[in-house]
């Protein structure tokens, strides 16, 4: 089976160079971070390429007024999360809404293992 290996992100989101060996990932969390890192990139973000990138402010937001929207924004979250590559199926998925805070945190299953995303909008 071949792994995949990602370029760690430190505590702010950002990717760590100069660690050597330490700055890659592999596997299950590679997976999650990717999840995570195609989460983080807002559509129209990358100027190579205006299409590429979450709608966050194009489809979601202003879409939270009741729990149907909300339901609307974790299927929306779950489809773009079964679009990464190795994911293979998500085995729980929780989310909140509060004081106009989303979050979410899913366990997905890859060909490497389990791993757990959280992300906060």
């Known amino acids: 089976m071949i792994t995949i290996?990602?370029?760690?992100?430190?505590q702010n989101g950002d990717y760590q160079f100069g660690h050597n060996t330490q700055d890659i990932t592999y596997g299950a969390y590679a997976v999650a971070q990717a999840i995570k890192?195609?989460?983080?990139?807002?559509?129209?973000?990358?100027?190579e390429n205006q299409?590429?990138?979450f709608p966050l402010f194009q489809n979601i937001i202003g879409k939270f007024t009741s729990q149907v929207s909300?339901?609307?924004?974790?299927?929306?979250?779950?489809?773009?999360i079964l679009d990464t590559p190795n994911t293979t199926s998500i085995k729980d998925f929780s989310s909140t809404f509060e004081n106009r805070t989303y979050n979410f945190q899913a366990t997905v299953t890859t060909p490497f293992g389990d791993a757990v995303?959280?992300?906060?909008f």
Not at 37 to 47: D, G, P, V, Y
Request: aromatic share 18%; charged share 30%; no cysteine.
């Open 37 to 47: 890192t195609r989460l983080s990139l807002l559509k129209s973000e990358w100027w």
């Open 5 to 10: 290996k990602y370029r760690i992100l430190d």
């Open 117 to 120: 995303v959280a992300k906060t």
């Open 70 to 80: 909300v339901d609307w924004v974790d299927s929306y979250i779950k489809s773009y």
């Open 51 to 53: 299409e590429l990138g």
